[in-house]
């Protein structure tokens, strides 16, 4: 584990109260649910059981992964592998251990982290429940569940290819506590409510023991992440853990890809964002505009009892280099797809959930904003079509990238 300068044991766990551990795991709640904290008071205590230094040590590796979009453990080994190589370190040795966040998917050199966690807790029960009775939450229990799981298992670094979700956070909250290093392979952007949160993480790690790394070069980040991206000789270290993008296919060509997104906590149906969708696909239909629609990959397999059966459904993947214009709500692709030249249009409501920092840092929210006017203008008046170069956008793996506006576009 991490040491202090003097070579002892870091004895910030003895300080950390389980009242602190309740009102940071409350605050993560809270913002996971979208609304605003005030951190002031809770962020002063960390800084006060902030560690002066830290330093990492070999060790075994624990990768959390979410078999639902990432199955190939292969692939993250050699991602992680290559991530500490880019940074000086041989990790090449070290035994990988790989949790799945599913409850459902374990097997061979895997196992379920919501199952792990619960036969520790039987076998531990007793301890477990005094733990609770002497005042500690649910989560302050689960939090030293994951530190004893560190130690038994002799875990110094914590690779998140999955992140967000409350199991996961927990396990990051003990691997910030026990002194592990962590780095997390983002796979969107941030939103204005969760930087906080990620600064009070910052506040309560040693400096440079999280690291991030982007999912494409550019794709704006809030502060507290940005200042932690990993690079190396001067280019920013980039993981793509989607599927490379289909080459143009006159078989796909579409005018407009509606891109739909998803929220958490309700059924994206029942939303606003998708009746502005419906109302996008009416209006194309009402004036002869071909248009494919491309729901969130959670979603996929729904989206046929919900859209009018003569629009084509399809994946994003596979359509955006054949496509015209994309339109969508709060999507990650939208915002890659604009960073590599296509011409994206964003649905007015929209900008009202979009980061400050994305809309300033990436583009003019007057020349994105969806008009149906601008968007029949733009389809008759500048009707070539900006293709990608299909090898440009790389597939799974971590690479280094320099600068995007070298990569060629394609026009047919």
């Known amino acids: 584990m991490a040491r202090t300068p003097d070579g002892k044991p870091d004895k910030r766990i003895e300080k950390m109260s389980a009242k602190v551990y309740r009102d940071f795991w409350n605050a993560y709640v809270e913002i996971q649910r979208g609304k605003s904290v005030d951190t002031s008071a809770l962020a002063a205590t960390l800084v006060s059981l902030k560690p002066a230094a830290y330093t990492s040590v070999s060790g075994n590796l624990l990768a959390i992964f979410n078999s639902g979009r990432l199955a190939d453990t292969d692939l993250l080994r050699s991602v992680s592998m290559r991530r ?26 895997r196992f379920s982290l919501r199952r792990a966690t619960l036969i520790w807790v039987l076998k531990h029960f007793p ?53 592990l290093q962590i780095t997390e392979y983002l796979h969107g952007i941030c939103s204005d409510i969760f930087a906080s949160y990620y600064s009070l993480l910052h506040i309560m790690a040693a400096d440079r023991q999280i690291i991030y790394v982007n999912m494409i070069p550019k794709l704006p980040q809030p502060a507290i992440i940005r200042d ?26 579409t005018d407009v890809l509606i891109v ?51 629009i084509k459904i399809g994946r994003f993947r596979e359509h955006v280099n054949s496509c015209r214009v994309l339109v969508g709500h709060y999507s990650t692709a939208l915002f890659v797809a604009h960073i590599f030249g296509k011409k994206i249009f964003l649905f ?21 904003t969806l008009d149906k006017a601008s968007l029949l203008e733009f389809l008759a008046t500048e009707a070539p079509d900006v293709i990608v170069d299909g090898g440009a956008y790389r597939g799974p793996g971590i690479s280094l990238q320099h600068d995007i506006e070298d990569i060629c576009l394609e026009k047919p």
């Open 127 to 179: 301890s477990f429940v005094s733990g609770l009775l002497s005042g500690r939450c649910l989560a302050t229990g689960l939090i030293s569940v994951y530190q004893t799981m560190f130690r038994v298992h002799e875990i110094s670094k914590l690779e998140l290819f999955s992140s967000n979700s409350r199991s996961i956070e927990l396990l990051r909250i003990a691997a910030i506590t026990e002194g």
């Open 348 to 368: 007015k409501t929209s900008l009202q959930l979009l980061p400050d920092y994305l809309i300033s840092e990436m583009f003019d929210s007057a020349n994105v």
């Open 228 to 253: 932690n991206i990993l690079w190396h000789n001067s280019s920013e270290v980039f993981y793509q853990n989607e599927a490379p993008w289909s080459p143009r296919s006159e078989e796909k060509r």
């Open 84 to 109: 500490h190589f880019l940074a000086g370190e041989d990790v090449s040795a070290s035994r990988f251990i790989f949790a799945d966040v599913r409850i459902d998917r374990y097997a061979g050199n």
């Open 260 to 310: 739909g997104s998803a929220v958490a906590g309700k059924s994206y149906w029942d939303t606003e964002q998708f009746v502005e969708d419906v109302a996008l696909i009416e209006f194309c239909q009402d004036n002869n505009i071909n248009v494919t629609y491309c729901p969130h990959p959670d979603i996929y397999q729904e989206a046929s009892n919900h859209i009018p059966s003569n």
